[in-house]
């Protein structure tokens, strides 16, 4: 059930840092504190929360800056918190990732809706995703949105790489020749270098294997290749 999320209450200040935590905890969260800007980004990066409510006046790191970097990396739900209500802050906030954007004062009521509308449409998503998707070891390929993930970090793949990439992984401990390769991923009436295939491999284990120190697409000599976990 949602209200047993734990959410992450990223505020400096004291009194109404308190406040969020007592309403969400009579709700049935489980909750977190911190007023350190710094600190709560490392944090964020350290351990497993489930929604993060982040105030953007904050010491040392700004919740802006915050939101900005923990977006590289993660999906993490986040509502911003603040004084100000000024459309462009507002804008900002979610250009850089945010779920949603609350102004203080707000009423707790108001502010449990979001927390449990956020937390239900993220897992959601979440849940879409896990049907179609393709993992192997630690990289997931997620078709409906193009995306490579390996070891939680995103892949740039050309749009070859990715065709070449996720027709290995459909195809999954199945070896298949070089001719299997260039007829699906290029194309019938392909008529440049054969060595296109060996060449993109290569390319993808640039990118993957070396990358990370772990072998996933291996040679069947005379063959052709083959993914396997």
């Given at each position: 059930?949602?209200?047993?999320?734990?959410?992450?209450?990223?505020?400096?200040?004291?009194?109404?840092?308190?406040?969020?935590?007592?309403?969400?905890?009579?709700?049935?969260?489980?909750?977190?504190?911190?007023?350190?800007?710094?600190?709560?980004?490392?944090?964020?990066?350290?351990?497993?929360?489930?929604?993060?409510?982040?105030?953007?006046?904050?010491?040392?790191?700004?919740?802006?800056?915050?939101?900005?970097?923990?977006?590289?990396?993660?999906?993490?739900?986040?509502?911003?918190?603040?004084?100000?209500?000024?459309?462009?802050?507002?804008?900002?906030?979610?250009?850089?990732?945010?779920?949603?954007?609350?102004?203080?004062?707000?009423?707790?009521?108001?502010?449990?809706?979001?927390?449990?509308?956020?937390?239900?449409?993220?897992?959601?998503?979440?849940?879409?995703?896990?049907?179609?998707?393709?993992?192997?070891?630690?990289?997931?390929?997620?078709?409906?949105?193009?995306?490579?993930?390996?070891?939680?970090?995103?892949?740039?793949?050309?749009?070859?790489?990715?065709?070449?990439?996720?027709?290995?992984?459909?195809?999954?401990?199945?070896?298949?020749?070089?001719?299997?390769?260039?007829?699906?991923?290029?194309?019938?009436?392909?008529?440049?270098?054969?060595?296109?295939?060996?060449?993109?491999?290569?390319?993808?284990?640039?990118?993957?294997?070396?990358?990370?120190?772990?072998?996933?697409?291996?040679?069947?000599?005379?063959?052709?290749?083959v993914i396997r976990d």
């Open positions: 059930m949602e209200e047993s999320a734990k959410i992450f209450i990223v505020e400096d200040e004291k009194n109404i840092a308190r406040f969020l935590q007592i309403a969400l905890e009579k709700e049935g969260f489980k909750t977190a504190t911190e007023r350190n800007g710094k600190r709560a980004y490392e944090r964020i990066m350290q351990e497993k929360f489930d929604l993060v409510l982040l105030d953007v006046m904050l010491p040392e790191m700004d919740g802006m800056e915050i939101c900005k970097r923990v977006r590289e990396v993660s999906d993490i739900p986040i509502i911003m918190l603040t004084a100000r209500d000024e459309i462009k802050d507002k804008v900002e906030g979610l250009d850089l990732g945010a779920n949603d954007y609350m102004t203080k004062p707000f009423a707790s009521e108001e502010l449990l809706a979001r927390i449990r509308g956020t937390l239900k449409r993220h897992n959601e998503r979440v849940r879409d995703e896990e049907v179609n998707r393709y993992v192997v070891k630690d990289m997931i390929i997620y078709p409906d949105r193009f995306e490579v993930t390996v070891k939680g970090e995103n892949i740039e793949l050309t749009h070859k790489e990715y065709e070449l990439l996720l027709y290995l992984v459909e195809n999954k401990k199945n070896v298949l020749s070089r001719d299997q390769i260039l007829q699906k991923v290029w194309g019938y009436d392909y008529y440049g270098d054969t060595n296109v295939v060996d060449v993109y491999i290569s390319y993808l284990r640039s990118k993957i294997d070396e990358r990370f120190g772990e072998k996933y697409i291996h040679t069947k000599r005379g063959v052709g290749y």
